[in-house]
């Protein structure tokens, strides 16, 4: 191929340039201005609460993320207390958000933060060296806790902008996400905090995703071309799903008295170190579980069954079966026929409760103890 053949085809396949009109900022922050919505994280916005609440904030909805932050910043209140934190205490204020890894990664940022910088660095490029800080987290934080001009680009980010330009690209690609991130660099040096914010709050409360954006209550509305073509739900332009690999399984209940069996999951891999119930990785109906209970060696009053339920991963999916056993003696560890994961014990619901965080993906379950 010739050097000119080829130089054409790399043109043709870079993202088209993304201009942001002049006039988008000003109505923008006007329009954040007297409707930002009343956050805890936005009343003192502290390096420390600023980064934590960015980072709950990742998969997850405001709502969800509100009585979490204010319990974190209750028991965790500063990068010292967080590098600190047994890891234990961490998952459990973590219990049920999801995607565990953030909390290790934040105790693993304060940690490094603190002996690197004497605390949270104040510019994206050093920010960005952090574990879990990515350029998003690194832009974000920067902006609204130190004022710098840099943007910070998330998924209401480039919903609102492809659909302000009729984006055609694949906003997904990371080129795509440098050229909106260039493009906003003008309007970010008018008040970085603010400016940052008020993107991401339109995309959040107006600009909405899955087909409902408001319009009509939109401040840039005159400017958007998605909005003037009659088309906002053509853009951004969707790349086809990954489909989610299915796993099926069985959770058991086992209950001596008053106890339930719980264990700890594996060191690494989905959910790693937290608590969970024993389970078999078969989907089984009510005579097979009552079989397999007995094949590994417990004897049982009665075993009946709880609830389906399904839990949803980004790339996976739980298909659960679940049973409550109850036991006619507390098991032998030590005998050779009882096969429970290793660290299995048995414990009051209240132990549990206090100390031991459980994913939700276990949540049908969890909320059947007693
Ligand atoms: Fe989004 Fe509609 Fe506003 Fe355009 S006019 S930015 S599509 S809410």
């Given at each position: 191929m010739s050097e000119r053949m080829s130089k054409e085809l790399r043109d043709a396949a870079a993202p088209a340039p993304i201009e942001i009109p002049e006039e988008f900022a000003p109505a923008l922050l006007q329009w954040y201005g007297e409707n930002a919505r009343v956050l805890p994280w936005r009343d003192d916005p502290q390096?420390?609460?600023?980064?934590?609440?960015?980072?709950?904030?990742?998969?997850?909805?405001?709502?969800a993320v509100k009585p979490y932050f204010q319990r974190f910043m209750e028991v965790l209140p500063d990068l010292e207390s967080l590098?600190?934190?047994?890891?234990?205490?961490?998952?459990?204020?973590?219990?049920?958000?999801?995607?565990?890894?953030?909390?290790?990664?934040?105790?693993?940022?304060?940690?490094?933060?603190?002996?690197?910088?004497?605390?949270?660095?104040?510019?994206?490029e050093e920010l960005i060296r952090l574990p879990g800080i990515g350029p998003y987290t690194a832009g974000a934080v920067a902006s609204i806790a130190f004022g710098r001009p840099v943007p910070a680009v998330d998924g209401n980010v480039l919903r609102v902008v492809a659909r302000l330009m009729a984006y055609d690209g694949d906003i997904s690609k990371d080129s795509v996400k440098k050229g909106v991130a260039e493009a906003l660099v003008p309007s970010v040096v008018l008040d970085p905090a603010a400016f940052n914010q008020a993107v991401m709050e339109l995309g959040a409360t107006v600009c909405l995703p899955?087909?409902?954006?408001?319009?009509?209550?939109?401040?840039?509305?005159?400017?958007?071309?998605?909005?003037?073509?009659?088309?906002?739900?053509?853009f951004p332009v969707k790349k086809a799903k990954k489909v989610r690999k299915i796993q099926q399984k069985t959770i058991f209940l086992l209950e001596f008295e008053n106890r339930t069996a719980v264990c700890r999951r594996p060191e690494s891999g989905l959910l790693a170190g937290l608590w969970g119930f024993p389970e078999s990785d078969d989907y089984l109906e009510q005579d097979e579980a009552e079989l397999y209970l007995e094949h590994l060696g417990f004897e049982t009053e009665t075993v009946l069954p709880l609830k389906k339920s399904k839990h949803i991963f980004s790339h996976m999916e739980w298909h659960m079966a679940g049973y409550r056993a109850v036991l006619r003696k507390l098991p032998d560890f030590g005998a050779r026929r009882i096969l429970l994961p290793e660290g299995t014990v048995f414990l009051t619901k209240e132990e549990i409760e206090a100390r031991c965080a459980l994913p939700s993906a276990y949540k049908a379950y969890t909320k059947e103890l007693r």
């Open positions: 390096p420390y609460k600023v980064w934590v609440s960015e980072i709950m904030l990742q998969q997850t909805r405001v709502e590098a600190q934190a047994e890891e234990q205490i961490l998952l459990k204020l973590w219990e049920g958000l999801g995607y565990y890894n953030r909390a290790r990664n934040l105790q693993k940022a304060a940690q490094q933060a603190l002996s690197e910088y004497g605390g949270l660095p104040s510019t994206a899955n087909g409902a954006p408001k319009c009509g209550g939109c401040p840039v509305r005159r400017l958007c071309l998605a909005h003037e073509m009659g088309a906002e739900l053509s």
